[in-house]
């Protein structure tokens, strides 16, 4: 995807992109863009200091779940490692 067509995705569109990759390959690159969406979000919604509380309670559990979903697939990446091969 291209970075122009990265800009103009929501945050909540990248986050749903993360959350519903079903390649493992392109896991963790769906889960930083997810990131970046949300931390430009968040500065944005800072800057403007408008009232946007239910929408930065929102990027709040995204981040969690983000970070969720990056720790399993860490270990998933080290449970691999250690499986024993076929013979």
């Excluded at 995705?9 to 990759?21: N, P």
């Excluded at 769906?30 to 239910?54: Q, V």
């Amino acid at each position: 995807m291209g970075e122009s067509a990265k800009t103009l995705m929501s945050w909540r569109e990248l986050y749903k992109a993360a959350l519903f990759e079903t390649e493992t390959s392109k896991l963790q690159l769906r889960i930083e863009e997810a990131h970046r969406a949300l931390a430009l979000r968040s500065r944005e919604l800072f800057a403007a200091s408008s009232s946007s509380d239910g929408e930065t309670e929102e990027i709040e559990n995204a981040h969690y779940a983000l970070l969720a979903l990056e720790n399993c697939l860490k270990l998933k990446t080290k449970d691999r490692r250690r499986a024993p091969r076929p013979a």
